[in-house]
């Protein structure tokens, strides 16, 4: 999956929120929603939660750094389902992890869409210092 923009929603009374069409093609027919880092939520199209779950599985289980994320990613991951409307009903603990309130925010960013609550989307892109980071990931190789 590789997507990329950013769109504005809302989540009902019941737990739910319509995902943007051009994320629903993108997910294809079986997405996996979990909890992301940063305190949001990640929705992972099957080929890509795959891959991390079968690398994640090849950790050693003495590591507990390794157990954290398993337990972390895994342990809270649920099978996306749509309804033909295309409304995702979001599990409680993972709207209740990610502070999700009313209004929300869908981020995709390449392999992963983002959910986030907005007003924590906001002031994440406020306090974002992105010389900083860019400057980081130079360190590591990357350049823009």
Known sequence: MKCMGTVNHTIDAKGRTTVPVKFREALGEGFVVT????K???????????????????LPMTL????????????????????KQGRLL????????????KDVVFSAVGSRIEI?????????DEEMDITEAALA??????RL
């Not at 929705?43 to 599985?57: F, G």
């Not at 979001?90 to 309130?101: D, S, T, V």
Request: hydrophobic residues 40%; negative net charge.
């Open 40 to 58: 949001c939520l990640w929705m992972l199209d099957a080929q890509r939660w795959e891959e991390i779950e079968t690398a994640l599985s090849q």
């Open 116 to 124: 986030w609550d907005k007003a924590r989307f906001k002031a994440r």
């Open 90 to 101: 979001l599990p409680e603990n993972l709207r209740e992890y990610a502070g999700l309130g």
């Open 35 to 38: 909890k992301g880092l940063d």
């Open 137 to 142: 990931l130079e360190e590591k190789g990357f």
């Open 64 to 83: 507990p750094a390794a157990r954290q994320m398993q337990s972390f990613l895994i342990g809270s991951a649920c099978e996306g389902e749509m309804d």
